[in-house]
């Protein structure tokens, strides 16, 4: 397996594989993946296995401390010089889930960050994973504002 940035060519087999990690409520469009595609592919890392889309991690970069609704859609909010690289998803397909593939996505998001002098990564999860991203160094700050799809999502920092 091998993780790479995307182009805008990859936006169908990204929005697949969102289409198998996320209700539909919750999902990117092809539409908004194609959106911050044109904005940040840079910030999408993909992990393919044999040429093929088994997972990704993306997200804007913004001196914002918490992540918008509106971001999801507006890749015009992207900031490149931003303070924190922000994390919209990170989707592995089923059959991927348990072998370090997410782990995978993540860290090399983060090492990018540090890279980039960063103040460090924020992002939102549901409260079933918040154990998940615990034990990769993010701290958990209480319920968020989003209601990204009609869920509830708690915010979780890493600060470099």
Avoid at 21 to 39: D, G, K, M, T, V
Wanted: hydrophobic share 40%.
């Amino acid at each position: 397996m091998e993780i790479r940035y995307a182009k805008l060519a990859d936006a169908k087999a990204i929005a697949e594989v969102e289409a198998a990690c996320f209700p539909a409520a919750e999902a990117a469009s092809l539409a908004s993946i194609e959106n911050r595609l044109q904005h940040y592919a840079n910030h999408f890392w993909l992990l393919e296995e044999n040429g093929r889309l088994v997972g990704f991690a993306n997200g804007m970069v913004s001196n914002e401390d918490h992540l918008l609704d509106e971001m999801f859609d507006h890749g015009d909010m992207h900031d490149e010089n931003g303070k924190w690289q922000l994390i919209f998803g990170l989707d592995t397909l089923p059959e991927y889930r348990c072998r370090g593939c997410g782990e995978w996505l993540l860290n090399r998001a983060i090492e990018d960050a540090r890279k980039q002098g960063r103040a460090g990564l924020i992002l939102t999860c549901k409260e079933r994973l918040i154990h998940y991203y615990e034990k990769l160094g993010f701290v958990k700050e209480g319920l968020s504002e989003s209601t990204h799809g009609g869920a509830a999502w708690y915010d979780m920092r890493l600060t470099f």
